[in-house]
């Protein structure tokens, strides 16, 4: 089966009405959370800045910065760049949760499928110890990513190329992870992507690039589930 067969057959999965109700949860649960952040966040750094701006020492001390702030005009596109800095921290860790979010998900995706079209196929999952100490270990190494990523904040261009690596990296390791450890165990999981490593990262860096469209992104999350879960029974069954 080839990857348009894949397509074609994913894009009918997910428009069924189960799947289509499911792939609400990543969209609704990420966007509560994060706007929730962000509108506390923003409301808390322009209050702060607000009370450093009225402060009689910033006034003596940056006469000039002060008159300039002191416009409104001023103020509302300062506000409004915070509020866009706001947007973009909600749009890249929208990715984050929205795959966590997935995890929970998978499970039955993969179950759906195996059922419909893969049932001669005897399903060999990682155990639920296994699979928490492994995606800890994911997320921790992306942490470490995202420290060393720390020094090139202020360097532009590069940063956002850093940054994005870093969570490509999160976004590729789980959303795969939590695809084949529901379908084999961890060494078949090793052997698979020893042989199609590339091709599976392909295969999500064209999702990620998807999942940095707001909404639309949280939206696709189950369909990246479907087309992955095909994908490697499809490597299985050959």
Not at 2 to 16: L, P, R, Y
Not at 23 to 37: D, E, K, N, R, W
Not at 79 to 98: M, R
Not at 167 to 183: C, G, Q
């Amino acid at each position: 089966m080839n990857h348009i067969e894949i397509f074609s057959k994913s894009v009918n999965d997910f428009f069924s009405k189960k799947f289509l109700t499911l792939s609400f949860a990543p969209l609704f649960t990420a966007l509560i959370v994060l706007f929730c952040l962000m509108l506390f966040g923003v409301n808390e750094i322009l209050y702060a800045l607000k009370i450093t701006i009225d402060a009689a020492e910033f006034e003596v001390n940056f006469p000039i910065l002060a008159k300039i702030l002191s416009f409104a005009a001023v103020h509302y596109i300062l506000s409004g760049l915070i509020y866009l800095f706001g947007v973009f921290l909600v749009l890249t860790f929208g990715v984050v949760i929205g795959v966590l979010t997935l995890g929970f998900l998978t499970p039955i995706v993969v179950k759906t499928l195996h059922e419909k079209y893969y049932s001669q196929y005897e399903l060999h999952s990682a155990g639920i110890a296994k699979t928490i100490s492994i995606t800890l270990f994911i997320v921790l190494k992306f942490l470490l990513l995202l420290l060393l990523c720390m020094p090139l904040t202020f360097v532009p261009i590069i940063n956002g190329f850093a940054f994005g690596a870093a969570l490509f990296y999160l976004f590729y390791k789980l959303l795969v992870f939590d695809v084949a450890s529901n379908i084999v165990g961890e060494k078949e999981i090793k052997k698979i992507l020893q042989k199609n490593g590339s091709k599976f990262m392909g295969i999500c860096f064209v999702f990620y690039l998807l999942a940095l469209i707001p909404l639309i992104g949280l939206f696709l999350q189950l369909f990246f589930a479907i087309y992955l879960t095909h994908c490697f029974f499809t490597v299985l069954i050959k």
